[in-house]
């Protein structure tokens, strides 16, 4: 992520929020409601059969 980051020339981080603490906000303090893709390694028709497969967990009640 902070690879893919330091190429835009524009950032959704900055003095408040790095891609490290941003993504361990994420991942340790967010409470798990519905469906949790992680598409780091997945193409994008991965992902796009990963969300009609998930949507079991992806039910919130």
């Known amino acids: ?3 893919r980051e330091a190429g835009r020339e524009k950032t959704g ?3 408040v929020w790095t891609v490290a603490g ?3 906000a994420l991942r340790t ?3 798990r409601i ?3 893709l992680d598409t780091t390694r ?3 028709g ?3 059969e990963a969300i009609p497969a998930g949507r079991e ?3 919130v009640v």
Request: aromatic share 8%.
């Open 46 to 48: 991965e992902t796009v």
């Open 1 to 3: 992520m902070t690879a």
């Open 13 to 15: 981080y900055g003095a």
């Open 22 to 24: 941003l993504d361990d």
């Open 34 to 36: 519905g469906l949790w």
């Open 42 to 44: 997945l193409t994008v």
């Open 57 to 59: 967990r992806a039910r």
């Open 29 to 31: 303090r967010t409470p």
